[in-house]
């Protein structure tokens, strides 16, 4: 079970961390061969203006890659299979990396676009299925722990390209087409690894009938001794659906069954995306500096925020089948409320005292950290565990959609915000987090140790009324 959540990690989530991280790094190569290249071809200087809209499309359009990869993931997985959507999710991500690889030696930046679009699909198809495969493939006991696989592989990637694109390895000015390319590697890494492990059991039965399949696929994974309970609860969950196809996400929004499930997940993703970790990590820079940290070392600085993340992810991948869901949630987001407060002061008063700079600095981690041990991880957690077979892919596609454009939303609107109020943006997310925090306390329930008919029948009683 260990190895099959790094199979599908390091080409799935791990894909999308590190894609998000280390376009960072080479900021300043990429405009230089975009000012030189249009020099060559046009004989006259780009335009600043021109520069910056061509560099935010190169930015940006990774989201939008990973929107359309979320509305495909869904199918892909119904169609190809949970391990088969994988499995050819990375031969966009290696497509993407010879087109991000070959547009410096050709002069042509819009491969690099077209790159970032691709590898933004690759990620929205690995955020969508990865998590849905192991959600399908873990025990009662271990499937908080094991989906915490999906938020571990995330910020290990994201640690990951923010080591690689430091200037000693391929951060410099040489070798930016390199790093971008890179991210070929975690693909092959899965194409050789994932195939010996097999499909989700819940697939093979529930969606294919194959109960041969499935029994030796749940040996492979729980032991001859041990899955038999398996086998058990996925029987009774195909009883119950009695025949019923995986729906489409459309179905999904008249389906009165599972109105609440999915107004758990639009709040969730929303909260998690519009909870101020991006503000953070812009603020980050600002923060370090005023602290005394000199320009030089900040990207050694900012590998510490990863760190963090990463520490969290791996924290609350142990904690989650011990403390439960709930609690880990809703204690993510007050922390980061009370985080909140502290930066707003210290980011007020910064120029008072010599000591304020680095409260700043410490509630930076600390908000990080209140991140990763509850919204960071949690929220695809859930997302598989508060739906059945049939409806489970439809709503991993609208949490993915909700979550890219939110990510996009954010990406467009944010520099806005912060010009507008500057510290006081913090107040903004200070709301938001309390608001989810006190819509999770009222609507989830505790799913620790429970299978997905006994979820499903939590929320009968929120989605037809107390007396059904």
Not at 52 to 64: G, R
Request: net charge neutral; glycine share 10%; with cysteine.
């Amino acid at each position: 079970l260990f190895l099959a959540v790094c199979a599908v990690g390091i080409g799935g989530t791990f894909q999308y961390g590190y894609n998000v991280s280390i376009i960072n790094a080479p900021t300043q190569h990429i405009h230089r061969f975009l000012n030189e290249t249009w020099t060559s071809r046009y004989h006259k200087e780009l335009h600043p203006g021109l520069l910056t809209f061509l560099w935010s499309v190169i930015a940006s359009i990774f989201s939008l890659g990973g929107l359309c990869g979320a509305l495909t993931g869904g199918s892909m997985a119904i169609r190809l299979g949970r391990k088969g959507a994988l499995l050819m999710n990375n031969i966009i991500a290696i497509l993407a990396s010879i087109l991000m690889g070959i547009s410096f030696p050709t002069g042509l930046f819009e491969l690099l676009i077209a790159g970032r679009f691709l590898i933004g699909i690759n990620s929205g198809i690995g955020l969508c299925v990865q998590p849905l495969y192991i959600g399908e493939v873990a025990p009662k006991h271990l499937r908080g722990g094991m989906a915490m696989g999906s938020s571990i592989f995330l910020t290990g990637g994201i640690l990951t390209g923010q080591i690689i694109g430091l200037r000693e390895l391929l951060g410099g000015e040489m070798y930016w087409p390199l790093l971008l390319s890179s991210s070929c590697f975690p693909a092959f890494a899965q194409l050789l690894f994932l195939p010996w492990f097999p499909e989700s059991p819940r697939y093979l039965l529930i969606d294919r009938g194959d109960e041969l399949s499935c029994a030796k696929a749940l040996k492979r994974f729980h032991g001859s001794s041990e899955y038999g309970r398996e086998m058990e609860d996925i029987q009774q969950e195909c009883f119950a659906l009695d025949g019923e196809k995986p729906k489409k996400p459309w179905q999904l929004f008249a389906d009165r069954g599972v109105r609440w499930q999915l107004i758990t997940v639009i709040v969730m993703t929303m909260g998690q995306q519009l909870s101020g970790i991006n503000a953070i990590y812009f603020y980050a820079t600002y923060v370090f500096e005023q602290a005394g940290i000199s320009a030089e070392k900040i990207p050694y600085v900012t590998l510490g925020t990863g760190a963090c993340e990463c520490l969290t992810a791996l924290t609350c991948g142990l904690l989650i089948d011990y403390v439960g869901r709930r609690y880990l949630i809703i204690g993510g987001y007050l922390l980061m409320t009370l985080w909140s407060i502290v930066l707003t002061f210290s980011l007020t008063y910064q120029e008072l005292y010599s000591w304020v700079p680095y409260v700043s600095m410490t509630s930076v981690f600390a908000f990080i950290l209140s991140f990763g041990l509850g919204p960071g991880g949690i929220t695809n957690t859930l997302t598989a565990e508060l739906f059945i077979q049939s409806s489970r892919p439809a709503a991993y596609m609208i949490g993915g959609t909700v979550s890219w454009i939110s990510f996009f939303t954010i990406g467009m609107l944010f520099p806005f915000i912060v010009n507008g109020l500057k510290q006081y943006c913090f107040l903004v997310f200070l709301l938001e987090c309390s608001l989810v925090a006190a819509f999770i306390f009222l609507v989830i329930p505790e799913t620790k140790n429970k299978s997905f008919l006994e979820i499903k029948k939590e929320f009968h009683k929120l989605n037809f009324g107390r007396n059904t």
